[in-house]
């Protein structure tokens, strides 16, 4: 999956974006809105938690370096003749805990960060406008872009994203 940004200008036209795409069987759950703080959205699909801040990006990094610093931790105490013979279980023991450990903790500081993705768009957020997140299968990605700039040449296209986590 990819996301597609676009900025509207106002709400009637992301009303008129989020029809079009529902009606080009881009699903609900796919589409993410994103205003200035207090701006009523009234039946667009708001962005959620996991859209505004940067918890998935942390977390898929604390989990592959904790998991990584578990790893190496492991293999230095398999390597270290303390007496105690530790086998292939230490390392994956280690390398699980590192896991967790670092994913539960970058994922506690990505929490409280905003989405770097969505940081260009700020100034355009604060002074009005509307940003569109759409998240499409990659062989649609220039179709949905197509679609929007021919029925809103007004909206402008903030770019895609190379890949999105599968889960939020």
């Not at 604390?62 to 086998?87: D, E, F, K, R, Y």
């Not at 970058?106 to 997140?133: D, K, T, Y």
């Amino acid at each position: 999956m990819r996301r597609i940004y676009f900025l509207a200008p106002d709400i009637k036209v992301s009303k008129k974006i989020v029809d079009e795409l529902l009606l080009a069987r881009v699903e609900e759950r796919h589409i993410h809105v994103l205003a200035k703080r207090g701006t009523p959205l009234e039946n667009l699909p708001e962005a959620t938690y996991l859209q505004k801040s940067d918890f998935i990006p942390a977390l898929e990094r604390g989990v592959t370096l904790g998991g990584l610093t578990g790893m190496l931790a492991g293999l230095v105490a398999v390597t270290l003749p303390i007496g105690v013979v530790l086998g292939g279980g230490a390392v994956l023991a280690t390398s699980m805990a590192g896991a967790g450990v670092g994913g539960l903790l970058s994922s506690m500081v990505g929490s409280s960060i905003g989405n770097r993705q969505i940081q260009q768009f700020a100034e355009a957020i604060e002074n009005g406008q509307f940003l569109i997140m759409i998240d499409v299968p990659r062989q649609r990605v220039e179709e949905i872009e197509a679609l929007v700039k021919k029925h809103h040449p007004e909206a402008d296209c903030g770019g895609t994203e190379p890949t999105i986590p599968p889960f939020p």
